[in-house]
């Protein structure tokens, strides 16, 4: 079975802290990693891509470890904003298809 | 603009009925997919294609059903069939090259009245 594993949250945190979450998935396969952001009642939109070496895009790192099978994002200086359910998603290639698996999300709330 | 746009945004459906909620993408993508999000939990997927005239079953494809005549349109049927249709429906579209990203549009809310 091909899942994606998240911390459930939810995060409560205040202004100005680090947070981070972790995702864990089980298929060896995966090819593609990503981490899409979702506010209430909306549809998921990409933040990031997650590549081997790991990346970065202003106050978000993302970093990945294929041998532990492992994705994290880090958000440092949390602003109000940030508040959303972040939604680790993997893609794995297999018989000539290309499935996005979505984990269930985990929900920040950055308090003032 | 491109993009993949969701109708209608609310829907309401008596029991017993079928609906079909609509996706459109002007994208040019290859694959689509359908997903369904139920209050607090995660994306599940339905149905998914990744050509005309082709879709697979997802995990929970029971009570719903697809076609993919169209590149551009992936519409979604819900069937009286599926006993708890009430949820968020979410389409994407995407290339099928390796490190490209979904695209959603914004939603249907289904509603059972």
């Given at each position: 079975?091909?899942?994606?594993?998240?911390?459930?949250?939810?995060f409560n945190v205040p202004e100005g802290a680090?947070?981070?979450?972790?995702?864990t998935y089980s298929n060896s396969a995966s090819q593609s990693f990503f981490w899409y952001r979702q506010d209430c009642r909306k549809e998921p939109k990409l933040l990031?891509?997650?590549?081997?070496?790991g990346n970065e895009d202003g106050r978000f790192t993302?970093?990945?470890?294929?041998?532990?099978?492992?994705?994290?994002?880090?958000?440092?200086?949390?602003?109000?904003?940030?508040?959303?359910?972040?939604?680790?998603?993997?893609?794995?290639?297999?018989?000539g298809s290309y499935q996005l698996t979505f984990g269930k999300g985990t929900k920040l709330s950055v308090i003032p | 603009?491109?993009?993949?746009?969701?109708?209608?945004?609310?829907?309401?459906r008596k029991e017993g009925q079928?609906?079909?909620?609509?996706?459109?993408?002007?994208?040019?993508?290859d694959a689509m997919?359908?997903?369904?999000?139920?209050?607090?939990?995660?994306?599940?997927?339905?149905?998914?294609?990744?050509i005309v005239n082709d879709f697979q079953k997802g995990d929970i494809a029971e009570g719903y059903s697809v076609s993919r005549e169209k590149k551009e349109s992936f519409p979604?049927?819900?069937?009286?069939?599926?006993?708890?249709?009430?949820?968020?429906?979410?389409?994407?579209?995407?290339?099928?090259s390796r490190n490209t990203e979904a695209f959603f549009g914004q939603g249907t809310r289904l509603t059972v009245v």
């Open positions: 079975r091909k899942e994606v594993e998240q911390d459930p949250g939810p680090t947070v981070a979450f972790n995702c990031m891509s997650v590549y081997s070496s993302a970093q990945l470890n294929r041998a532990s099978q492992y994705i994290s994002l880090l958000i440092r200086d949390s602003k109000l904003s940030d508040s959303a359910t972040y939604l680790c998603v993997v893609r794995y290639s297999g018989a | 603009d491109g993009g993949i746009t969701q109708s209608p945004k609310y829907l309401f079928n609906v079909t909620l609509s996706c459109e993408q002007n994208l040019n993508h997919y359908w997903y369904r999000q139920d209050p607090g939990q995660g994306l599940r997927l339905i149905y998914y294609s990744q979604l049927t819900v069937t009286s069939a599926q006993k708890n249709p009430t949820a968020f429906y979410l389409c994407a579209s995407s290339t099928p």
